[in-house]
């Protein structure tokens, strides 16, 4: 388990990946997590985190992004337009 020494709350801030058939994937970063070992860490937030077990957790959860080989953090400003594309399919959805 990660301990972090403090999280800092950001806005305009994405991980970004892709599957193995190409599609983009994209996380929106809700904090950055400074590690014990001064790592930074981008977190995203557990969407219905509060339904998930609300008797024994009723707090939202920020975890780390999945592992992988190839994504990176993005500010908005650096999102090519297929993941900006992908980014408004989103939205659209919620």
């Not at 707090?59 to 980014?87: F, Q, W």
Request: proline content about 5%; overall charge negative.
């Amino acid at each position: 388990m990660v301990s972090y020494k403090q999280i800092i709350p950001v806005t305009d801030w994405f991980y970004v990946d892709s599957s193995e058939n190409n599609d983009v994937i994209i996380y929106h970063i809700a904090a950055w997590g400074l590690t014990e070992e001064n790592s930074v860490i981008g977190l995203i937030s557990v969407q219905d985190a509060q339904n998930w077990n609300p008797i024994s957790n009723p707090c939202a959860r920020l975890l780390t992004v999945p592992p992988s080989r190839t994504g990176m953090y993005k500010h908005k400003n650096e999102l090519l337009d297929r993941e900006i594309k992908k980014l408004e399919s989103e939205r659209l959805q919620e």
